[in-house]
């Protein structure tokens, strides 16, 4: 269950492959250029936060051009309200739970030290980003 390399393969694996899709089917909708420039207008517009936590976006996030693996963290982190409103509305409900349990799991999994209950929670997040994706 937990990955040997977080960084590579989650955040430059899993998570850049599902960011990916998700900009792959919003050009497959009609105005898809539209859609996906709503999107980069989005990640502009998300304020910095702390020192070094959240950075400032680049203009064309969707591009995912010369990004790290602690900008598709940021992407990660910013993803749910970005994404908010942008699919259809009985698909951007399923979009939205896909996004929150992965940002659930990716917070658990960066923890450093975990208890018991912590254990648990993140075993069951994880068994139900399985069944999302």
């Known amino acids: ?3 040997v390399d977080l960084m590579h393969e989650c955040e430059l694996g899993t998570w ?3 960011f990916t ?21 989005r990640f502009r517009q998300v304020l ?9 976006f680049a203009n064309n996030t ?15 982190q ?19 739970s896909l996004l929150y349990q992965f940002a659930q799991w990716h917070a658990l999994a960066k923890l450093r ?3 018991e209950s912590t254990l648990t929670l993140f075993e069951d997040t994880f068994k139900k980003l399985c069944q999302k994706l």
């Open 1 to 3: 269950m937990l990955v």
């Open 16 to 18: 850049k492959a599902l």
């Open 21 to 41: 899709h998700l900009i792959r089917l919003l050009y497959a909708l009609p105005g898809g250029s539209r859609l996906v420039a709503t999107l980069d207008n």
């Open 48 to 56: 910095t936060f702390g020192n070094g936590v959240i950075r400032r």
């Open 62 to 76: 969707s591009e995912m051009k010369r990004l790290a693996a602690r900008d598709f963290e940021d992407i990660l």
């Open 78 to 96: 910013c993803s749910i309200p970005v994404f908010e409103g942008l699919f259809p509305t009985d698909h951007d409900a399923i979009i939205q």
């Open 113 to 115: 030290i975990h208890s």
